[in-house]
Nanobody, 125 residues
Framework: QVHLVESGGGSVQAGGSLTLSCAAS????????MGWFRQAPGREREGVAG???????PYAERAKGRFTISQDTANNTLYLRMNSLNPEDTGLYYC???????????????????WGQGIQVTVST
């Protein structure tokens, strides 16, 4: 079992930055991938960035060059640094971890068994 708690969301003006954190507890050592997902109002949840246990970091096209995912394994914390935010980045951001599935498609939501409660990010013009 893995428990995930996100923090660091909030409101920011376009062009600004935010860093999301995800504190993980439980059997995190089993995870092959961890990821960040976003759900905009009226839309399905979509992958933003992932990191696998080999250190590979896939990004959604819209996140490339602006967002950086990182992991502090000593403290079981996942981060998402978001720069150059725009209103289209607004949404609920979720942290996710898997049960040790050897599927390296870390942006694929269906592979994840554990999700945080989500945290709101609002970007205004």
């Amino acid at each position: 079992q893995v428990h995930l708690v996100e923090s660091g969301g909030g409101s920011v003006q376009a062009g600004g930055s935010l860093t999301l954190s995800c504190a993980a507890s439980g059997d995190t050592y089993r995870s092959v991938c961890m990821g960040w997902f976003r759900q905009a109002p009226g839309r399905e949840r979509e992958g933003v960035a992932g990191i696998d246990h080999n250190g590979a970091t896939p990004y959604a096209e819209r996140a490339k060059g602006r967002f950086t995912i990182s992991q502090d394994t000593a403290n079981n914390t996942l981060y998402l640094r978001m720069n150059s935010l725009n209103p289209e980045d607004t949404g609920l951001y979720y942290c996710a971890a898997d049960k040790g599935i050897y599927d390296y498609r870390c942006l694929r939501g269906a592979r994840y068994s554990y999700w945080g409660q989500g945290i709101q990010v609002t970007v205004s013009t």
